[in-house]
């Protein structure tokens, strides 16, 4: 793993909105930008969203929780959803999701403004929808499926997700598809939201008192800007699923390139127990889900450099024996191998062959430490220690909420003298995102098994043997890719 210090809280929570191809006039619905500052910097205050109590929690639910939806919030027009997505904060609204499952190790201003960004968006009306597929697809939904569902089984901040029927040309099958389409949104808000570098520098320095927050901003700037396009969502997830075919426990679902455009991604339906399930699955269960989950984020950084910057629970589904379904691929960073050979380094000299002077060499050239900073090394190896805690020893243990929180509280500790001379420069940006959030999600399913020896079979510079029955189940597979 390549923990570092700070920086993955602000990218946890970057998400955003587009406009599709069905334009509306400009600035219809749209607020002044002193209007949207202005309602942005009231972060304390509570965005409320009735549609948040209604809302159908599993993405693939049964069609008889349509009826316990509550139509009457629902969007009917472009304008609308613009204005209301204006209203909920635009860009800054992912970042309560977090505060759901991460929020424990934060400061209190820090939490309270988290918090307050939790709502979702209600849902488009069938007719908009039908009208967003017609104009992307080329064709009314009841023409164009066997069958469609105009009730969305799932809606979040950039879109919402519709179950189809659909008979594939190429084989003459009916398949189940889930069709993703993207809130006709609020483009020029998001300019707007981008805009605000003071407001995003502010939030920052509730944390970091002294960080300069210029690289970090660039790199969530550049992510933000590429998960407005489905078509690179598409792309990331195409990637993912071909690289994972096969596997016995991780599984992509596949995307449906000839219904999939800039804002309608059409993937395989998957269905599968969801995080508020799961946490009633007996702890052996839970054990499996975590170690694959773990084994799908590391097994992608050093086998494809390609990293899923999104570890939030509602990205996965769950069936059981250690097979989960990942969700989500709008927010995916690539790594050079340059990068990938620092993050080894790291792992090399903080817990494989422990040396703090080399581990000092190695953050300096990295942009992590200011060069010649004045901490003792020995100093800065405690410090950054913490985020390989529960992997610098051959023993089983097990992860909870209070480490999690643990790390966080570490990350935002202003009173450290090495946060004055610390920094993330944008390689870490969503790294680090990954690190919180897996730890918050491992310490949530109480995850128990020795993970020096899962990250031994997973680290390029050891390559261990399996160490588990997953870790075996894997290596076939691993051996089967190569032959093939």
Known sequence: MAGVAGGGLVATGLAALRLGRHRRRDGIGLRSRRARNAELARLGATVAS????????????????????????????????AERLGQMKGVLMKLGQMASYLDEGLPE??????????????????????????????????????????????????????????????????????VKVQYP?????????????????????QGFGSLDPTEMMAELKERLVEELDYRLEAKNQTLFADYFAGHPFINVPAVIPALSTGTVLTSELVDGARWSEIQSWDQHEKNMAA???????????????????????????????????????????????????????????????VDDAKFRRVIEDAGLLQKNAPIDTAEAGDYFSVFYSQVASDQELTWTTEYASSVVRHAFDRK????????????FVLIQRINMGLYAILGELHATGNYRRISEELWPMTRFPPSTPMGVAEATWLASKVIS
Do not use: C
């Open 291 to 353: 170690e694959a989950i773990y084994r799908f984020v590391f097994r992608s950084l050093y086998g494809i450099r390609a990293f899923n910057g999104d570890p939030h629970p509602g990205n996965y589904l769950f069936h059981g024996n250690g097979r989960v379904t990942f969700l989500d691929f709008g927010l995916v960073k690539y790594f050079s191998q340059q990068e990938i050979h620092v993050f080894e380094e790291m792992i090399d000299a903080a817990v494989i062959h």
């Open 50 to 81: 009735s549609y948040v109590s209604t809302n159908a929690r599993k993405l693939f639910a049964s069609a008889a929780r349509r009826e316990q939806l509550d139509r009457q919030h629902e969007l009917h027009t472009a304008e609308a959803v």
């Open 185 to 205: 949104g609020a483009q020029q808000a998001i300019a707007s939201d981008l805009a605000n570098s003071d407001l995003f520098g502010a939030i920052l320095k």
């Open 416 to 427: 450290a003298v090495i946060s004055q001379y610390a920094t993330v420069p944008r390689t």
């Open 109 to 178: 201003p820090m939490r309270q403004a988290l918090s307050a960004l939790q709502a979702e968006a209600p849902p488009m009306s069938a007719d908009l929808v039908a009208t967003i597929i017609t104009a992307e697809l080329g064709a009314h939904p009841s023409t164009l499926f066997t069958e469609w569902d105009p009730t969305p089984i799932a809606a979040a901040s950039i879109g919402q997700v519709h179950r189809a029927l659909w008979l594939d040309p190429s084989t003459n099958e009916v398949r189940a598809i889930a």
